[in-house]
């Protein structure tokens, strides 16, 4: 970044000359994703655009700012608030301070997105363009994965940024932390389990991610920085779950990516045989976490939450699988 000030200072001198009243020059780079070489760029392979992606980088009254625009399609439904909420922490990782942040509606079913950043002087270039790809990630992002089974894959490669944008869904949910080593948590991560299982298409549980709500009130993954590392966390958690869940679920999968924080722990629940259906989770709430034979609750993930069958529910299934 020192380099590219140095030039623009030259441009800038050089402008001065012509004109001793100006203060301020423009470096304006378009790029095309397969010029940049970046981590993640599974965008990449589709971007048919004739459009370049554009950086520009101002130097005004001895500072430097750069702007970052892309063309994004307007049928994906994004806010500013929200794109700013999934860019902050990535932004910080290249010592980029957030400004400001625009989208502009346009009539030819496209959208452009502006973000202004202030870099730091010893931001590079690299950095700056791979921050544009990033930006083009988060927007482009499809709400929701197809599958269980894509997701967890992401899970389990390490490939954690590509559930940025993400929306928590009937196959995926989020956790800040690990599930507490207490009997409550064995409770909470026993229903999570169980509703998934219940749903008849699996799911996800995602721990160590951030996630913030989106102009459709939708949780939006965010941030994937993970959470403090729990060792033990899998042989806790199959116990709990074994413990709990009546009858077994098959076929479960866990894994740990390491991360900023420490780490990103996957929990996969495949779709279950439906004649094992329903699965049922011994004990009452989250508040009262003991658990017998007796108190129990069958739990079914409805959305992006977990709802508990209704007693006349319950008892209508009863008189069928009997």
């Not at 869904?169 to 229903?191: C, F, M, P, Q, W």
């Not at 199959?238 to 479960?252: S, W």
């Not at 004649?275 to 739990?299: C, E």
Request: proline share 4%; charged share 25%.
């Amino acid at each position: 970044m020192r380099d590219i000030d140095a030039a623009l200072l030259d441009t800038e001198r050089t402008a001065g000359s012509r004109n001793a009243h100006r203060e301020s020059a423009t470096l304006e780079i378009g790029f095309k994703p397969a010029d940049v070489r970046v981590r993640r760029s599974a965008w990449a392979a589709s971007y048919v655009g004739d459009c370049d992606d554009v950086l520009v980088i101002k130097r005004k009254n001895q500072a430097l700012t750069a702007e970052i625009g892309v063309i994004v399609p307007a049928s994906l439904v994004r806010d500013a608030t929200t794109v700013e909420s999934l860019l902050l922490p990535h932004l910080a990782r290249f010592g980029l301070t957030f400004v400001a942040l625009k989208l502009f509606p346009k009539e030819s079913n496209s959208e452009n997105c502006e973000v202004q950043v202030l870099p730091d002087l010893d931001s590079t270039l690299e950095e700056l363009v791979y921050a544009a790809c990033l930006l083009r990630d988060v927007v482009m992002a499809s709400p929701v994965f197809a599958s269980s089974e894509e997701l967890f894959a992401c899970l389990e490669r390490g490939d954690v940024d590509s559930l940025i944008g993400v929306a928590e869904s009937s196959v995926l949910d989020a956790k800040r932390t690990h599930y507490a080593k207490r009997e409550n948590g064995h409770l909470e991560l026993a229903i999570d389990v169980a509703s998934f299982a219940n749903s008849g298409q699996g799911g996800v549980l995602a721990i160590g991610v951030r996630t913030v709500k989106d102009v459709l009130g939708r949780d939006i993954l965010a941030e994937v920085g993970g959470c403090d590392i729990d060792r033990g966390a899998e042989a806790r958690y199959r116990k709990a779950i074994d413990t709990l869940v009546f009858p077994g679920v098959e076929g479960l999968r866990m894994c740990r990516t390491a991360s900023a924080l420490g780490e990103v722990f996957g929990i996969f629940v495949p779709r279950q045989d439906p004649a094992k259906l329903p699965f049922i989770v011994l004990g009452g709430d989250k508040r009262d976490a003991k658990h017998s034979s007796v108190v129990f609750q069958v739990p079914v993930r409805t959305g992006e939450s977990n709802l508990p069958m209704r007693v006349e529910a319950v008892h209508s299934a009863l008189r069928t699988w009997t």
